[in-house]
């Protein structure tokens, strides 16, 4: 199945993989989260939280 780019941000890229499964990719750093959701709406949603927590781990 084909890889598709959902939403990019400065740091961050969100690509669709296939069964409701997305991806999140830190650019600076290659940590990588994967995330279930219903479609894309939603899988931003839960990225921007995602990304949201760990900024906030950092401080």
């Known amino acids: 199945m084909r890889r598709r780019t959902v939403h990019q941000w400065k740091d961050w890229l969100l690509e669709y993989i296939g069964d409701d499964r997305y ?7 290659r940590s990588l989260q994967t995330v279930v959701a219903k479609n894309a709406m939603d899988a931003e949603n839960q990225c921007r939280q995602i990304m949201i927590k760990l900024q906030e781990e950092e401080v």
Do not use: V
Not at 23 to 29: C, R
């Open 23 to 29: 991806e999140l990719l830190n650019l600076h750093t």
